[in-house]
C-alpha cells in the first residue's frame, strides 16, 4: 500500500469516530510512523510503505480512535512559532493561548532587559515563545509538578534559551524568590464539576492538576493574583488567562489587590479570554 492510501484509510477510520480533523490527523500519523515531516508525505504520497510501517500507522490509528490527542501520540505540538515537546504530564499548548505571547511581546516592544515570572509553567510553550524573540529578557518559571520542570528545561534547550531561565518547583503560595517586571500565568480554571464535561481527549487524557479551578473554578486564580500582588514591580504587568465566563469576577479580583485593568482580550472564538494589567 502506499502513503496516500494509508492516510486516506486511516482518515477514514477516524471519521468514523467523529474526530473532525481525521485527514490533518492521519497525515500527522503517518508522519511519525516514517519518521519525516507533512510536507514529505504529501511530496511523496506514491511511496510504498513496508509492512512493519504500515501495522504500526495503524496502531497509531487505534490509539487516536480511542480518544487521544495526536500531540500526545507524537509528543508535540506547534505553538506561536516553535515546536514544543509534550507528554501527558503537560497541557498541550492552545492556539487562544498565544494571544498572550503576542500581546507580552507587543507590550514589552520598548524593554531592553526585563525579567518575567510564569506561574505554572507547563511545557513552558508561553515564556520560551517570549525569551526567544526577545534576547535581553531572563525568565522564571514555576510549577508543582517536577515532571512539568523537566519538559520545560528539555523545551529550552532545544530553543536554545536555557541560559536565561531559571526553573523552580514550587506552589505558587510557597514561592518568594525575586521582583519581576511581568507575571503571566495560565491558571487551571475550569470548574471541578464541569472537567468530566470537557472533549473526551482534554477530560480522559489531559493532567486534572492543570484544568481543575476549584469549586468556582477562581482557586488558582485568587492564589496567582495574591502572590503576583507581592512579587510584583510597582507598574508591573500580569498578564492572566481566564475562562470565558470569569471576566468580571476576576477584574474584581485584580482591582482588590491593587490592580489597574488595561485590557481585556477576546480568543479565537471571540471569548473573553486573557486579562491585562498593571500593579499600582
Known amino acids: 500500500m502506499n502513503i496516500n492510501s494509508a492516510i486516506k484509510e486511516g482518515s477514514e477510520i477516524l471519521k468514523s469516530k467523529l474526530i473532525s480533523s481525521s485527514q490533518l490527523d492521519s497525515e500527522i500519523l503517518m508522519a511519525k510512523t516514517i519518521n519525516k515531516d507533512r510536507k514529505y508525505i504529501l511530496l511523496n ?13 495503524y496502531r497509531l490509528i487505534k490509539k487516536r480512535s480511542s480518544g487521544h490527542p495526536v500531540a500526545y501520540i507524537t509528543n508535540k ?3 506561536w512559532n516553535s515546536e514544543f515537546y509534550v507528554t501527558h504530564d503537560t497541557l498541550i499548548p492552545r492556539p487562544d493561548t498565544e494571544l498572550i505571547v503576542e500581546n507580552i511581546l507587543n507590550l514589552t516592544k520598548q524593554k531592553n532587559k526585563i525579567n518575567i515570572l510564569d506561574i505554572g509553567i507547563g511545557s513552558g510553550c508561553i515564556l520560551l515563545s517570549i525569551l526567544k524573540e526577545r534576547i535581553n529578557f531572563n525568565g522564571t518559571g514555576i510549577d508543582i509538578s517536577q515532571k512539568c520542570l523537566n519538559i520545560s528545561k528539555i523545551n529550552a534547550i ?15 503560595d510557597k514561592f518568594n524568590l525575586g521582583k519581576y517586571d511581568l507575571i503571566v500565568s495560565n491558571p487551571p480554571y475550569i470548574k471541578k464539576s464541569k472537567i468530566k464535561y470537557l472533549e473526551k481527549d482534554v477530560a480522559e487524557f489531559e493532567p486534572k492538576l492543570a484544568l481543575d479551578g476549584g469549586l468556582d473554578g477562581l482557586s488558582e486564580i485568587r492564589k496567582v493574583i495574591k502572590k503576583s500582588s507581592e512579587l510584583i514591580k510597582k507598574n508591573g504587568k500580569l498578564v492572566l488567562e481566564i475562562g470565558f465566563d470569569q471576566k468580571n469576577k ?17 480568543d479565537i472564538a471571540q471569548n473573553d479570554r486573557c486579562i491585562i494589567s498593571t500593579k499600582i
Open 158 to 172: 532545544n530553543h536554545k534559551v536555557s541560559s536565561r531561565l531559571k526553573l523552580y518547583k514550587s506552589d505558587v
Open 77 to 79: 505540538k506547534f505553538f
Open 45 to 57: 504520497s506514491n511511496n510504498h510503505l513496508n509492512k512493519n510501517d504500515l501495522n504500526y500507522f
Open 250 to 266: 476576576v477584574i474584581n479580583l485584580l482591582s482588590k489587590k491593587g490592580f489597574y485593568i488595561n485590557s481585556t482580550l477576546k
